[in-house]
C-alpha cells in the first residue's frame, strides 16, 4: 500500500495534504482554508469540528481554563491532554469525551475534505514537543 497522504497534527490546528507530480496539494477545507483549528463542539444532535466549532467559542475564553466550574459543550487544545486519563465533560452529551475521541474527529473531518479518492493510509505527524504517552494517544486516534 502506498502512503500518499499526510496528516498534520499541530496544537491548535490540523490539515491534509498529499503529493501530486511531484508538488504538494493541501486539501482546502469546507471554509476554504489550508487548516482546521482543533476544535470541537458537543450538540444535542452531534459532533461540529473545526471552523463551525470555533466560531461558537465563548467570548470569555480565558475563563475557562481558569474558573474549573465553568461548563462549555466547545473543546478546544485537548492535544494538551492527549496520553492522559483526563475526560471531557459536555452537557449535551450522556458521557465524556477522551482527548483521542476528540482528535479522532478531527482527523475524520480531514479525511472528508479529500473528495477524488479514498485515503487507505496517511503518515500523521505531531509536534516535536510531544511526549511518547502523547505520540501513542495519536497513533490511537488515527
Do not use: W
Not at 2 to 16: D, E
Not at 95 to 121: G, M, Q, T, W, Y
Amino acid at each position: 500500500m502506498k502512503v500518499r497522504f499526510g496528516i498534520y497534527i499541530g496544537t491548535s490546528s490540523a490539515s491534509i495534504a498529499k503529493m501530486e507530480a511531484g508538488e504538494v496539494r493541501i486539501y482546502r477545507t469546507d471554509t476554504q482554508r489550508d487548516s482546521i483549528p482543533l476544535c470541537v463542539m458537543v450538540t444535542k444532535k452531534g459532533l461540529i469540528v473545526g471552523d463551525k466549532a470555533h466560531s461558537q467559542l465563548p467570548k470569555d475564553k480565558k475563563k475557562a481554563f481558569i474558573d474549573q466550574s465553568f461548563q462549555t459543550n466547545v473543546f478546544i487544545e485537548f492535544t494538551r491532554t492527549l496520553g492522559t486519563d483526563i475526560r471531557f465533560s459536555s452537557s449535551n452529551a450522556t458521557r465524556c469525551f477522551s482527548s483521542e475521541e476528540l482528535l479522532a474527529e478531527i482527523i475524520k473531518i480531514l479525511i472528508s475534505f479529500v473528495d477524488d479518492e479514498n485515503v487507505e493510509a496517511a503518515i500523521i505527524t505531531v509536534p516535536a514537543s510531544f511526549e511518547m504517552n502523547q505520540i501513542n494517544a495519536v497513533k490511537k486516534a488515527g
